[in-house]
């Protein structure tokens, strides 16, 4: 029983950073800008998050710093996209390229080394951070549910208030029409252009928090290429889940539950090659694509200026 519960624990710590992400594609591509450049923000947001906390000291400023770091390349997507109207993939795929190169610089550049920056301050854990509150003596993390990041549950309640926010608010119904129907949004009076510009800007803040979780919710240091694709994961989980916050919500556990599985049988099965269990989300990602499950119409404005 105590295997299935940190099991379970720890596919939720697993999945923070896709939910995260994905939601910030989510809100893109429901304004109708295809976004792939999720993996550019969260590589971005992890390494801000571990550039803001070693300056400032502080965890919490380095998370506000991955999210602002993650905004600055969804500011980018947009200038290119929206502004200079380019093909919004290749943007994409670009600023994906940037982020790569630019993070590897800086971490020269501020730090003076090269693959790992040094250690900084991380987040509290859930037993952490209320024991904190509550003024309680903090014990040690000695279990997976002990050692759970406080950005674990945060993460879910956005996701949840995300949810609403799509669904039962004026923002909610305006940016669904800009990504259905700019034309028609257009002549009520809408400006799709401003909707679509704080789409991305949101998504990307959303994308850069889910990055800072890698840097200072799960490690205290910043590693080169770190996101390892989870970016990319994150876009999947957004087609897989049909656009629909529910969906999105559920792809993205599920991808988290394969990864944690993953780990779990590589301590498991010693004698297999470690490289085969990392790969296990990505091939269960392409399998669910393959089999056609999530298949739904797009957004009909998608990519379209």
Do not use: D
Not at 18 to 23: G, R, T
Not at 84 to 104: D, M, P
Not at 117 to 135: C, D, N, Q, R
């Amino acid at each position: 029983m105590t295997t299935l519960l940190n099991l379970f624990l720890l596919a939720l710590a697993k999945s923070t950073p896709l939910l995260l992400a994905s939601f910030g594609g989510l809100l893109s591509e429901l304004s109708g800008v295809i976004n792939f450049a999720i993996e550019g923000m969260m590589l971005v947001g992890a390494f801000g998050a571990i550039w803001t906390a070693w300056a400032t000291g502080s965890p919490w400023l380095g998370l506000l710093g991955g999210g602002f770091g993650g905004l600055a390349i969804g500011f980018l997507h947009a200038v290119v996209s929206l502004k200079l109207k380019a093909n919004q993939i290749v943007s994409s795929i670009a600023l994906n390229l940037l982020a790569a190169g630019i993070t590897g610089t800086l971490l020269n550049q501020v730090f003076n080394v090269y693959g790992t920056s040094p250690a900084v301050p991380k987040l509290p854990g859930i037993g952490e951070a209320f024991s904190g509150v509550l003024g309680l003596p903090a014990r040690p993390s000695s279990s997976v549910g002990e050692g759970l990041s406080i950005l674990v549950p945060i993460a879910l309640a956005a996701c949840i208030v995300l949810w609403v926010l799509l669904h039962r608010s004026r923002y909610g119904l305006h940016l669904r029409a800009c990504g259905e129907n700019p034309g028609g949004a257009e002549a009520a009076g809408l400006a799709v252009w401003r909707v679509r510009l704080s789409a991305l800007l949101a998504g990307g803040f959303l994308a850069g928090i889910g990055g800072a979780y890698l840097a200072i919710g799960e490690l205290s240091q910043f590693v080169e290429q770190m996101t390892q694709g989870r970016g990319y994961l994150a876009v999947a989980a957004v087609i897989l889940g049909r656009w629909r916050p529910a969906g999105v919500m559920a792809a993205a556990l599920l991808f988290g539950f394969s990864e944690a599985f993953s780990e779990w049988l590589g301590i498991q099965w010693v004698q297999v090659p470690s490289q085969f269990f990392l790969a296990l989300p990505y091939l269960l990602c392409l399998l669910v694509l393959l089999l056609g499950l999530g298949k739904r119409q797009h957004p009909s404005a998608l990519g379209r200026l």
